[in-house]
């Protein structure tokens, strides 16, 4: 259950997320990358290295404000600092041991959906539908052999 909870959980955030109307949501999301990216700062157990980290996160955030593409790297930028923190640091909420384990679990999960666009579900099936569409279409193209005209012998 700590491995599926936390992507349930980010899936969660995208969803609720999806209802804030574009641009907010982009900007929205850069802000919250940028306080996840501090949130360490309180006792992560890593020194002088927490605030260089928050650092790198709160720039990558500042240009997630126009780019769903930073703010997923700032994501991930925040799953490889919750691994760290798993195996080396103190965990993100002290009482819970595995909780840095289960932020690096759930921020891919939301980085993905950065990747994408940040789209709402129903955008995303439509996404994913016309993605499909050109791949297909795409397909098909390659597939056929083009027939010379007729009337057209070179001479």
Known sequence: MQYVAPIG???LYALVMSL???PHRRRFNAVMVAGAGAAYLSGGGLGGWEFAFTAV???VAYRGL??????GVAWLLH?????VHHIKGN?????AHTSSLGCAICDPVIALWCFAGGRTPKELLAWVRGARGRKDAAAGETGRVAEPEAGLSGA
């Not at 126009?66 to 703010?71: G, K, N, P, V």
């Open 9 to 11: 959980v980010g899936l």
């Open 20 to 22: 804030i109307r574009e």
């Open 57 to 59: 996160v709160t720039y």
């Open 66 to 71: 126009d780019s769903w593409t930073f703010i």
């Open 79 to 83: 799953t490889g600092w919750d691994i």
């Open 91 to 95: 965990p993100i909420i002290p009482f």
